[in-house]
């Protein structure tokens, strides 16, 4: 039986009931909360190991806003939207404000179950490997990687970046200046996500290359450090120099 803490924050008792009944003869202990201020309530005094938010709380984009908040503070602890707002633009707001997964409803109870568990198994790795990696930062060129708390700095300069952001970065940084394929990143990265659908793999590499290069780069439409290699992927090459 597991012992890992959740909470499932939507404003319909009737979801909050259905998620319970999916996940509770794991031995999971599922909170819920309704509202932001009642999710803030919580966070403070417990810690939880996985977020479950709805997007539509009590206004259109509360959702949203709640994980800028949780991620501010949470820089590891996954999070998955389920939401009932299905357009590409709502799952692409989801995963740029630091969630991991994006649902939507209606959804199955044995799916998500699944893709609860998994998600944290994976993040259980992630935290066995911040505590047994060497402590030794990382640094290519002008950026550090902190391996005991998953930060990235850039010429000294602390870079904000979502869970799967630093799992990308951490991936470069200890293999720089190699060439690697969409697949190889998409299964280095997100290779135990079920939810992911092999159509959209690459797809979702491109989004998130796109992601940290308006964050890494000066000029993100002319990339120096995460560099396309045409017909194959991408590459990290963090001594290129700036041209004059």
């Known amino acids: 039986m597991r012992n890992e803490k959740i909470l499932v924050v939507d404003d319909d008792p009737a979801i909050r009931r259905s998620v319970w009944k ?3 003869s794991t031995g999971i202990l599922i909170y819920q909360a309704e509202t932001i201020e009642k999710t803030l309530e919580l966070i403070k005094k417990i810690k939880f190991d996985l977020f479950l938010l709805d997007v539509m709380l009590v206004n259109d984009n509360d959702g949203f806003h709640l994980a800028r908040l949780i991620r501010d503070e949470e820089v590891i602890t996954p999070i998955i939207f389920i939401s009932g707002r299905k357009k590409e ?12 997964y994006y649902m939507t409803k209606p959804f199955s109870p044995s799916i998500l ?4 568990l998994n998600t944290l198994d994976r993040n259980q790795m992630i935290t066995k490997s911040l505590e047994y990696d060497e402590d030794e930062d990382i640094v290519n060129g002008p950026f550090i990687f902190d391996k005991k708390l998953y930060v990235l700095k850039k010429d000294q300069v602390e870079i904000d970046l979502s ?4 799992l990308l970065m951490k991936f470069f940084m200890e293999n720089p200046n190699q060439v690697f394929s969409k697949k190889q990143i ?9 939810q992911v659908e092999e159509e959209s793999e690459l797809n979702l590499v491109m989004v998130y290359m796109n992601y940290l290069r308006n964050k890494i ?4 439409k002319k990339p120096i450090y995460l560099k396309t290699v045409w017909g194959i992927g ?9 041209e004059n």
């Open 234 to 242: 991408y590459s990290f090459e963090p001594e290129s120099k700036k």
């Open 113 to 116: 179950r699944a893709q609860v």
């Open 186 to 194: 998409y299964d280095n990265i997100w290779s135990q996500d079920k």
């Open 89 to 100: 633009q709502d799952v692409i707001t989801g995963l740029e404000t630091g969630a991991d």
């Open 22 to 24: 999916s996940l509770q």
């Open 163 to 166: 869970a799967k952001e630093v």
């Open 217 to 220: 780069e000066e000029n993100p």
